[in-house]
């Protein structure tokens, strides 16, 4: 049995080809073209991408959930972000989801407040997600806050 950090790439080939065609396109480059886009403010673009990323996740779509979500936020769609953002913390009840994607969201929505609990959940659940805490412009709005330099403290990065 796959370790459970793997278990959503299962399959991943194959849905990648269902997916998008004859040429299937490498994981990073699938989830990094929705980061092009999402910083160029290319939102339609970067939905498009969501969408189809999470047919390849079917069997865990938190990631490209909560990205989605964050990328309502960012274009201004406030309620179809919080729509979203409801169903991942449906989904967090009954399947494992990483506290990290969820703090990204609520940073969108300019909740500090929320973000910081759920970066405070990752870091209590070891997320291996928390390695790109000083590099991930998802977070970016949070950086001016003292939480955010106790947080890089507590994991020795500052």
Not at 13 to 30: A, C, I, K, S
Not at 37 to 64: C, H, M, W
Not at 124 to 152: I, K, Y
């Amino acid at each position: 049995m796959a370790p459970a950090l793997f278990r959503p790439l299962r399959g991943f080939r194959g849905r990648n080809r269902q997916v998008f065609g004859t040429r299937p396109q490498p994981l990073g480059r699938v989830l990094y073209s929705r980061t092009a886009y999402e910083q160029l403010g290319r939102f339609p673009e970067a939905l498009a991408v969501l969408t189809k990323s999470q047919q390849i996740f079917d069997s865990n779509p938190s990631l490209p959930l909560a990205e989605k979500a964050r990328v309502y936020a960012l274009s201004g769609r406030r309620g179809d972000a919080l729509q979203t953002l409801d169903r991942l913390l449906a989904l967090s009840k009954r399947t494992q989801v990483s506290k990290y994607p969820i703090a990204a969201v609520y940073a969108a929505l300019g909740d500090k407040g929320q973000a910081f609990a759920y970066l405070n959940r990752a870091y209590d659940e070891h997320s291996f997600m928390l390695g790109f805490l000083r590099v991930d412009p998802a977070l970016d709005p949070l950086r001016s806050d003292p939480r955010f330099r106790e947080l890089l403290r507590r994991m020795e990065l500052q």
